[in-house]
């Protein structure tokens, strides 16, 4: 199993106190020790940075920690391998164009290797994991139906839920999409999530002695949803995603969910 | 106009000595403060940092530099604006995914308007620059000529340079492009590049202090070509690039190349 890490928030945000949590179970309190990557949307552009090696001391990781990138959008990942070989290919999130957008994706579970049967439009991949592969099926299917944006996401959002459930049908199916506007979460068996809002107040990381005071962070307007496999802090109300339930959040608040 | 580095190589081959000179120009002793990228293949997975702060002061223009990643296939790219906004999704080097491999595309130059009137196939422009749109509409071409990679290279070759003579014919048309495997360059106006091999001696970068003594740094059968706008070193024997002409890199040694 791996970690997943999703954010969307109305205001430019700095992610490095839940990414500090999350790369500590990277091979420090987690046994996920086979590489890790993070995407930032800024604007329409993805920034990814991706490493093979354990996210406790890497590099890397370090970077990212340390140098804060403020995105409205992020999806993040922690692997433990368990289809596909140890190296910089089969390191999520992975990210294709469509419409004019990158589209970013990363999975938590293990499918059925019948996934492989499945019929590839557009997009092929260039690792061997089934993650990717099923985010090349997902988003072939995106552009299969859909050559042109629809006109409303909701049809969208609906589609990409249908094709999720069919991928649960293959086994454990939790994912973060986005396309820079929209964060897609789906839960076949374990996703949280956390708003922020005002009033703020202080958070205390499960995994590592790190607290943050979000008072002297933020503006009363600000909308930060965190998205996580299991919750990061102790101290504030995570919900918990149901199986099959889809969730799409947009500057933070949620714009569709269904179970 | 911008400054293009690349590099071919039969090992995983360390640029650091190269971009250090190339970032430099990054405001240094060049004027292209626009932002800078590179893309290093590690086998087919492409490991891409991207800034539109002046390279020169960038700090993760000296991790790049300081974290020394090996790879047989570099693009570089530093920016001086023309056409679109300094932005991320408008930095260089470019990447799409075809036949399951990352291809990726740098350019210096600027194009005449009426490219924008190119129809496009499959692929999308996700920034405002021409040297997006050139790559959509290049690769849009190959996959389009070749749904399936042709059976040899030289075919695919051809077909890239009678596109790139189309773009010429609209501009400045410098370009770098590589699938991970080749490394395919065309010149309009300038472009140089060198190949080091047994016996190696010492180089000294013109842009900055720094030399070094490939004797302690490599074995005999290790051959590496560096591709770059301007030379980078001053006592090594730089070959030009004519207009027109392409040329195509494996390995670090010459596989096609046609004026």
Chains 1, 2 share one sequence.
């Not at 957008?101 to 049967?117: I, M, P, R």
């Not at 590839?120 to 859909?146: M, N």
């Not at 396309?179 to 809002?197: A, G, H, Q």
Request: proline share 6%; hydrophobic share 35%.
């Amino acid at each position: 199993m791996c970690e997943l890490l999703g954010m969307s928030a109305n205001v430019p945000t700095d992610i490095c106190f839940s990414f500090a949590g999350l790369m500590q179970r990277g091979g420090g309190t987690g046994p996920h020790r086979d590489g890790w990557g993070i995407g930032f949307y800024e604007g329409k552009a993805l920034r990814a940075f991706h490493d093979p090696e354990p996210s406790v001391n890497s590099p890397i990781a370090e970077l990212v920690c340390q140098y804060p990138i403020k995105s409205c959008t992020v999806i993040s990942h922690i692997r433990q391998a368990n289809v596909g070989q140890v190296n910089l290919e089969n390191t999520h999130p992975f990210s294709r164009e469509l419409w004019g957008f990158t589209w970013t994706f990363a999975h938590n579970g293990q499918l059925d290797k019948s996934l492989f049967e499945k019929e590839l439009h557009f997009y092929q991949p260039v690792g061997t994991t089934d993650s990717e592969y099923a985010f090349c099926w997902l988003l072939g299917q995106i552009r299969k139906a859909f050559p042109q944006p629809p006109a409303n996401n909701r049809e969208l959002f609906e589609l990409i839920r249908y094709c999720s459930d069919q991928l649960r049908a293959l086994g454990v199916f939790n994912m973060l999409l986005s396309n820079s506007e929209f964060l897609y979460c789906y839960c076949t068996t374990k996703l949280n999530y956390l708003t922020r809002r005002a009033p703020f107040g202080e958070a205390q990381l499960r995994d590592f002695d790190l607290s943050i005071d979000f008072r002297g962070e933020t503006n009363p307007n600000d909308v930060v949803t965190v998205i996580a496999t299991e919750p990061l802090t102790d101290n504030e109300p995570w919900l918990q995603i149901e199986s099959g339930e889809a969730i799409v959040f947009a500057q933070g608040e949620v714009c569709y969910q269904q179970r």
